[in-house]
């Protein structure tokens, strides 16, 4: 629905930021100041600003101590955690253990969407005021990166304000307030226009930045931020559209930081269906059930192009389904097919459709950016190979609906990791779908890989690492040559600032204010 | 030296084909204390003069040459604020339609003391007394109050009153009345006229009155012009032009206005409006299309009767209900029409005379009663093929010759139309053969058929329309009021013409007017209607030289006299 | 008088209804919530736990009912997207659409009715041909580009206005306002033209026709003929029968106003409920749409009935009509 | 004579004749509805077949070759190496497509109903007013909206992207009979009253017939001037609601939504992805509306 807000530009007349000031402005709005109600992140990008977990990233994404200063493994049974003394909430009540164990029951709580995060957690046991064991059924290697986002919340804040369960149906004090730990406290809140943040004094961590008042204002419309982003009416905008990105860097006024975001865009196939249901051969048996059908479409579509032009060159090819930057990424298979028109069709031929075939690629048009634009791309660049491709494009609240309904041939998916690991989509989108354990929630395609099965529980509870890339690396060899998903590239992540500005740029696209400095 | 002295006075209008001369030419004078009739038929002029003279001439009209002075000074190009200043000042004027003629959302007072105030300078509280007496001095009771109300409040003949008390606001030394009483019943028309004759006496002022109407001239006029195509025909004493008329037109004009007094056959030489003569069409009934269908009645029978009937109308009311209103127009009435006469049923607007007309021709349903036409109940609904057939014997001729055909057919549709859809002729071609032949007798050029009506003029349409009623081959001819819209001579021509066919075709008339001198030329019976009430019914003549009902009295005493043989 | 109220409020409150049902049975094909809702990480289980949770289980049917049944209470149920009342979010939101339909009403008006008026008194001037051609181009592009063009030309050329946003409000009770800071002001202006234009046009169209009528109208030759000033006969006369008439659309156009505020409102940000109305179409933010939906058309209906009234007040002939 | 010189000399063709405005517009409509007919014959590419479009084309400027290969495009390309000329002449098709159906759509119902309710009166009248009244009560463009929706909801899945069209046409039609509806029954009315009707009762004419042959031709003028309006007013609104996303197809764009896809590029330099679209909706539109004010004029049938 990106364009249903309309591109606008440059506003004069209103106030500079003054000095220590420092406003942002992004598309979506948090919908809720609640750390654990939604598992979204804009919610969590957020909040990082004003809730603080047991652990946290670094500006390099490495895992480093908050809350707790330290943890270490239980053997196989799980993890120990010793917490930070001497940590005060915003409301001055003092952090111990006993606040994390009410936030572990909040945030796994059956109406709190970040319950799945502790999946694996069996039991949480309080041994004392600062130490605190995880329990997890299997060896857990992961599990203190996998609870980076896991906010700690005060027992007693929440039980005098009767928000002791996050909620989505009604709203709690917790939706429009907030008592975390964080660097900032959130002194004024106006759902959908304006939240404003304060340096918190009583914070426990050094302070590296210069601000002494940071305000958020959501701005739907990205042109509309770049004009505001030029009027000085904000120190920073996230995204910039791209198409702005270069005329924006060049200006001198603002600075573009251009970065690699997680989220890595690929076409999915319906690899259950046996007809294919949309365009001038629906009905007729689902080529794409056969490999090579998939590789012709890797082959066939010109993803440098799609970069040099939709993209301006921001962006960066996918081999794979995570980013360089994350954690377990492949090196071994950093290759993804070249662009050939001639393979592509020889393909074809060889799965016996040398005069190519109609079908139906569902895409969304306000989920990613410009993904309309790449998928109209797509769309003639198939038709280049004799595929002739009926593009129906939908706003996001539609388009999962119609992927979970299977109403698709081939459609556009983009995928960022939560724990910046490899084996997260891996379990979403390549095992088999296997509702009570979780699996392949997001593999609408159905995928089906045996060995991959097998494999991801190795990998999961695997502490060793290089045995633990090893399988990866067999995984990923795998899903590239059945052609599962065909990765195009990793969607850039593009932020303006005022030249006076200097922030930090992480691949997760949080904004974290204790690393801006102005002036 | 005149009050107002108009010489040579020419006023053209730019058109597409080139300049229209609506007054050519015309010079007259009006003194004081005088009343100067000026009369002739649409597009005379007669207006026109009236507003060059006040320099309301309508765009893109203009005075093209001669001049206007008002007691030597001239008026004819003076500035606008000049001439503003003379307009109401010195020059009062007098609309047609006192309905329309008034401010709607302002009260009485308020254009009154306006008007008063703006000229006179005397101030609101003197201004509302001047407004009051003038209320009073034009006849209207209780003017203290009925000063606070807004027009609508007020009848047509009261409105009347309160526009001629604007005219006299500022006291003028001359008024044009223009039409003054065109749009009133014969009973308010008398009052006004007398009115204005009084007015006149009274504060000595000149006054012009432009108006078709010879009745209202022979009442009123001290002098008369005649106006033909905008020049000025004939000018003189209102005995002269009446008794002794000079130019030829003012005779045929003179000619065709229905006497007053006596009952006349026909009218005479109505032709010098018609340039050559008309086809003259004979068709033998014996032969022709005409003639067949369903077989003749003897004279003298009752053809049609209607028996107590009654008919009111329901207004307002939704699909949420809401208070409808009732107004009973026609109440309890019963006559009948005998074979080959012409009934007649006279009343001023509201009696219910054009609703009774509706029932008979089912276009409205009547409330209660009865009307039988051959037998057959018109208040009924048709039974048989046969007996719809037979109701299409019921025609009619319209009062309106512009709303009455449709713009948007060409004049032979309009009259092949009855019988194409009645299934009467033949074949379409037929039905166009049979349409020519009727057109003609109704006296048009044989190219009529192919023109559409905005070709013709009133006369003519009315002629179309009596056509288009004789192609249902009807034996009973409702006419309401088919003349009150046209001018007297071709008033004339079309009630010859209703006469003649009436003779050739031996048609049953049932004749609906307003105007008494018409019916007295028409009727053989008159019914006289009052608040859908017949209030008296007898032989056409025994209605004017012995009427019995206060009413028909005081109708017969308050029509406009016109006796050109007593001048 | 009484009774026309009633009874216009009574197929009102059916207009309301129908509105409600149509609504309703819309919602489903606008999307599921429930995916916004969510993070990656749910899973089928969350999302028919959330569906239950939100009662999109339940028949439309149902869900209309039930919204009703609260709605009557005036209570309009919780945003799916904020988890907050959206009475409250509605409270917040109101002050600055009314704020911007009421300028943009009021310039709609003024301006129309004054240049109507000089095109109606000067026919044939080249300005008048010149007013009438122009304000065509504004009802011949959709307001969104109009939207665009402006800011394009005043906010990023000229850079005199911002090109977004309500500025600075101050807070009055639980009414925010722009109307009391230089920038509120600023701001408000290319929104209000935008919103306004096409309505302008129209009134000034109306106003233009019905006063050329009035004109040719014989009370005002009759003014004519009594020598008034041109001055009363157009600004006494002329004017007060010219408005009557023009009160009915112009009315309705306030109503529209308000609607159309939506796409005003996407393209400058304005904080308003047209914004919040396009927000919670995308996240399928089912109580708020309804709500909305709702609300215009109580306001529709509202204004519509006041017009009539109105009307009835003025027009002196109505008036003698109802006490009769 | 014939129809031919009847017009030709008719008041209607003198007053053209002396109308620069009609003429103008009269003339501009004209060759943008001509040149949007016959867009196969006169577009050089053809924008709507994927196959044909190379990316790499994205872009390129009016009349300069483009970096990578080279081509020169008049009014330049856009995201997606579309010739912004050709794109425009389909789109314009499509606009004009979905206009010129949506107002018969209207007209049609409009005018049978609006007929219905003069000539039948009563309930059957009020009925259909109050319809027209709850439709008034709700903007156009929430009920194109609202149509849209459902519409999209209940075409079969594999039907959409041939439906999208059809239920653009529907929903703007339907949020716009109810003023053909008014004027035709206002107009009726009058016109039923007057004496022609009666005559048409009178030799026997049925209700239907006399709605048809005898009224209908009498207002027609109304129609026809409300009709030109509501094109220029349809395609603005398919305008809009291409801008509110649901509009014509990305694939299939009209101009809508080729001027939805440019206003993203205004800011990026991009300019004629968004003018050269937006300019030609304006005169489009702005003859039609001219057109249209000028048949206002001269037919001047009395609208409500």
């Known amino acids: ?519 | 030296m005149a009050l107002l002295d108009i010489e040579n006075l020419t006023v053209e209008y730019p058109v597409r084909h080139g300049i229209f001369t609506a007054v050519d030419d015309v010079s007259l004078t009006v003194e004081r204390g005088e009343i100067l009739g000026i009369v002739g038929e649409s597009g005379a002029g007669k207006s026109t003069i009236g507003n060059a003279v006040m320099g309301l001439l309508s765009s893109p009209g203009r005075i093209a040459g001669g001049t206007v002075s008002l007691e030597g000074d001239r008026i004819d190009a003076l500035n606008a604020a000049k001439m503003r200043s003379l307009r109401g000042k010195r020059i009062g004027m007098i609309f047609q339609d006192p309905m329309t003629s008034l401010n709607p959302l302002e009260t009485i007072e308020n254009q009154l003391i306006e008007t008063i105030d703006h000229h006179l300078h005397v101030g609101t509280a003197e201004a509302k007394e001047r407004a009051i007496r003038l209320l009073e001095q034009v006849g209207i009771a209780d003017a203290p109050n009925r000063i606070k109300q807004y027009p609508h409040e007020f009848s047509g003949g009261m409105r009347q009153r309160v526009v001629i008390a604007l005219a006299l606001c500022a006291e003028p030394d001359l008024i044009i009345a223009d039409e003054p009483t065109t749009a009133l019943d014969v009973s308010i028309q008398a009052q006004i006229l007398d009115l204005i004759k009084r007015l006149c006496r009274e504060e000595n002022v000149g006054m012009i009155l432009v108006t078709h109407d010879m009745g209202v001239i022979a009442e009123t006029a001290d002098r008369v012009a005649v106006m033909y195509r905008g020049k000025l025909v004939e000018l003189g004493d209102t005995a002269q032009i009446i008794g002794q008329p000079q130019h030829p037109y003012t005779k045929v004009l003179i000619s065709a206005v229905p006497p007053s007094n006596k009952r006349i056959d026909r009218f005479t030489r109505v032709d010098y409006a018609q340039s050559g003569t008309p086809p003259k069409a004979d068709i033998d009934l014996n032969t022709h299309w005409l003639g067949d269908g369903p077989a003749r009645q003897i004279d003298g029978q009752a053809m049609l009767t209607v028996a107590s009937l009654n008919k009111v109308f329901r207004s307002g009311g939704g699909l949420f209900g809401g208070k409808a209103q009732e107004n009973h127009a026609v109440k309890d009435v019963s006559f009948h029409v005998k074979a080959g006469e012409t009934f007649g049923i006279v009343g001023e607007s509201g009696s219910g005379k054009s609703t009774i007309a509706r029932l008979i021709t089912g276009i409205h349903k009547p409330t209660s009663g009865e009307i039988h036409f051959n037998g057959d109940p018109l208040h009924e609904k048709p039974k048989t093929g046969e007996e719809i057939l037979r109701r299409r014997q019921v025609q009619m001729v319209f009062q309106d010759p512009y709303s009455s055909l449709n713009a948007r057919m060409r004049v032979g549709d309009i009259v092949a139309e009855p019988i194409r859809v009645n299934g009467t002729a033949p074949s379409t071609s037929a039905a166009r053969t049979i349409a020519a032949d009727l057109l003609a007798l109704v006296e048009l050029d044989a190219d009529a058929a192919l023109k559409y009506p905005h070709a013709f003029s009133g006369g003519q349409r009315q002629r179309i329309s009596i056509a288009r009623a004789l192609a249902s081959r009807p034996r009973f001819l409702i006419c309401d009021e088919p003349t009150s819209a046209l001018d007297v001579s071709i008033q004339a021509q079309i009630l010859n013409l209703l006469k003649d066919l009436q003779a050739k075709l031996d048609l049953t008339l049932l004749f609906i007017s307003h105007d008494l001198p018409v019916m007295r030329q028409m009727c053989d019976r008159i019914a006289v209607m009052r608040y859908g009430e017949i209030v008296e019914q007898s032989g056409g003549e025994a209605i004017f030289t012995a009427p019995q009902h206060s009413y028909t009295r005081s109708l017969i005493d308050l029509m406009p006299k016109f006796e050109p043989d007593r001048m | 008088m009484a009774l026309y109220i009633l009874r216009r409020v009574l197929q009102s409150f059916f207009v309301l209804l129908a509105v409600g049902l149509v609504a309703f049975s819309m919602f489903r094909f606008v999307g599921d919530p429930v995916d916004n809702l969510l993070g990656q990480e749910r899973t089928q289980a969350d999302i028919e736990r959330l569906r239950d949770v939100l009662g999109l289980n339940d028949p439309f049917i149902v869900q209309y009912w039930n919204f009703l049944k609260d709605a009557v209470q005036g209570d309009l149920g919780v945003s799916f997207r904020q988890g907050r009342p959206v009475m409250d979010i509605f409270i917040e939101r109101l002050p600055a659409t009314l704020e911007l339909a009421l300028i943009s009403a009021i310039f709609a008006v003024v301006v129309g009715v004054v240049l109507g008026v000089y095109t109606a008194l000067k026919p044939k001037g080249w300005l008048t041909n010149l007013i009438l051609t122009v304000s065509l181009v504004g009802v011949s592009l959709p307001t969104f580009l109009i939207g665009i063009l402006l800011i394009y030309v005043f906010a990023v050329e000229l850079g005199w206005l911002p090109s977004f946003g309500r500025g600075e409000t101050v807070q009055i009770g639980w009414w925010t306002t722009g109307l009391l800071t230089g920038s509120g002001l600023k701001a408000l202006i290319l929104p209000a033209i935008t919103l306004g234009l096409y309505q302008m046009t129209l009134i000034m169209r109306l106003v233009r026709s019905e006063m050329t009528e009035v004109l040719g109208s014989d009370y005002i030759r009759f003014a004519r003929a009594r020598g008034l000033t041109d001055r009363s006969i157009h600004f006494r006369h002329a004017i007060k029968n010219t408005l009557i008439p023009v009160i009915t659309i112009t009315g309705l156009q306030l109503g529209s106003i308000i609607a159309f505020a939506i796409i005003t409102e996407t393209v400058f940000q304005w904080p308003g409920v047209g914004l919040l109305f396009i927000d919670s179409v995308r996240f399928v933010d089912i109580p708020v749409m309804a709500s909305y939906l709702m609300m215009i058309s109580v306001m529709f209906v509202a204004i519509n009935l006041i017009v009539d009234i109105l009307y009835v007040i003025i027009d002196p002939r109505l008036r003698a009509g109802e006490n009769t | 004579m014939t129809r031919m010189h009847a017009f030709l000399s008719s008041d209607f063709f003198w007053k053209f004749k002396r109308s620069p405005v009609a003429i103008v517009s009269f003339t501009v409509a004209m060759i943008l509805i001509l040149s949007a007919v016959f867009a196969p014959l006169i577009a050089p590419h053809d924008p709507f077949n994927p196959g044909s479009l190379n990316l790499m084309n994205g872009f390129s400027k009016p009349m300069e070759p483009n970096q990578f290969t080279g081509d020169t495009f008049w009014l330049g390309t856009d995201d997606q190496g579309r010739d912004v000329f050709s794109t425009i002449l389909y789109g314009m098709r499509i606009s004009l497509f979905v206009g010129v159906a949506s107002v018969a759509f209207a007209l049609v119902l409009g005018v049978s109903l609006g007929l219905l309710a003069a000539m039948a009166g009563g309930r059957t009248d009020a009925i259909i007013m109050r319809l027209a009244d709850i439709q008034l009560s709700f903007p156009a463009i929430l009920i194109a909206m609202l149509v849209f929706g459902i519409a999209k909801g209940i075409t079969p899945v594999h039907l959409r992207e041939e439906m999208a069209i059809w239920v653009l046409i529907i929903s703007i039609g339907l949020s716009d009979w109810v003023q053909f509806a008014r004027v035709v029954r206002g107009s009726a009315m009058v016109e039923r009253q007057k004496e022609y009707v009666e005559a048409a009762i009178l030799i026997g004419r049925g209700p239907i017939a006399i709605a048809v042959r005898h009224i209908l031709p009498n207002i027609v003028a109304s129609v026809l001037v409300i009709a030109t309006i509501s094109l220029a007013l349809a395609i603005i609104a398919e305008a809009t609601l291409s801008f509110l996303g649901v509009g014509a197809p990305p694939t299939q764009p009209s101009l809508g939504t080729l001027i939805r896809i440019g206003q993203g590029y205004l800011f990026s330099g991009e300019w004629w992805i968004l003018f050269f679209p937006a300019g030609t909706l304006l005169a489009l539109a702005l003859s039609v509306n001219l057109l249209g004010d000028w048949l206002r004029n001269v037919l001047n049938p009395k609208l409500d």
């Open chain 1, 1 to 519: 629905m990106k364009y249903l807000l309309l591109s606008t530009a440059l506003t004069l007349g209103a106030a500079p930021a003054m000095a220590e000031t420092f406003k942002w402005a992004s598309t979506t709005d948090p919908q809720t100041m609640d750390p654990h109600a939604v598992n979204s992140a804009p919610v969590l990008g957020f909040l990082n600003n004003v809730y603080e977990g047991l652990v946290r990233r670094g500006k390099d994404m490495a895992v480093e101590g908050a809350l707790a200063e330290r943890w270490e493994p239980l053997g196989a049974d799980g993890w120990r955690f010793h917490l930070r003394q001497g940590v005060t909430f915003h409301d001055g009540s003092t952090f111990d253990a006993d606040d994390v164990l009410f936030s572990y029951e909040r945030a796994s709580s059956e109406s709190a969407d970040t319950a799945s995060w502790f999946s694996p957690v069996s039991e949480v046991r309080v041994v004392d005021d600062y130490t605190i064991d995880f329990l997890t059924n299997a060896p857990n290697p992961l599990f203190p990166s996998s609870i980076a986002n896991f906010m700690i919340m005060d027992r007693s804040w929440a039980e005098a304000n009767e928000s002791v369960v996050p909620a989505k149906d009604v709203e709690t004090f917790a939706t429009r307030n907030t008592n975390g730990t964080g660097a900032f406290q959130m002194v004024e809140r106006q759902p959908g226009l304006k939240t404003v943040l304060e340096p918190f004094d009583g914070w426990w961590g050094e302070v590296e930045h210069n601000i002494t008042r940071a305000e958020f204002t959501p701005i739907q419309n990205s042109a509309t931020a770049v004009a505001a982003l030029l009027s000085g009416e904000v120190d920073l905008i996230n995204p910039v559209p791209i198409q702005d990105a270069e005329r924006l860097g060049a200006s001198g006024a603002v600075n573009v930081i251009r970065g690699i975001e997680a989220r890595v865009i690929m076409l999915g196939f319906g690899h259950e269906a046996d007809t294919l249901k949309y365009g001038a051969n629906a009905g007729d048996p689902n080529p794409f059930r056969d490999a090579r059908v998939r590789e012709a479409v890797a082959k066939a579509v010109n993803v440098p192009a799609i970069l040099q032009t939709i993209m301006r060159g921001n962006a960066e090819p996918a081999s794979q389904l995570v980013s360089p930057a994350m954690n377990g990424f492949s090196a071994a298979n950093d290759r993804r097919p070249a662009f050939d028109i001639e393979g592509a069709k020889a393909l074809l031929a060889d799965a016996g459709y040398a005069d190519g075939f109609g079908f139906g690629l569902k895409c969304p048009n306000d989920r990613y950016l410009n993904d309309e634009a790449v998928c109209q791309a797509v769309t003639s660049m198939l038709a280049q190979i004799g595929l002739d491709v009926e593009l129906d494009t939908m706003p996001v609240s539609n388009y999962w609906p119609e992927l979970r309904a299977d109403n698709y041939d081939m459609y556009l998916l983009g995928w960022s990791p939560g724990t910046f690991d490899h084996e997260h989509p891996v379990r979403f989108l390549v095992t088999t779908p296997n509702a009570e354990k979780k699996l392949g929630s997001w593999n609408f395609g159905g995928f089906s890989n045996a060995r991959v099965d097998e494999l991801l529980p190795m990998i999961q509870s695997e502490i060793d690492p290089a045995a633990r890339q090893a399988m990866v690396d067999e995984v990923t060899a795998i899903y590239q040559s059945e052609h599962t998903y065909v990765p195009l590239y990793v969607q850039p992540l593009v932020w303006g600032t005022q030249a006076n500005v200097s922030v930090v740029q992480r691949p997760d696209n949080f904004f974290i204010l204790r690393w801006v400095t102005k002036g």
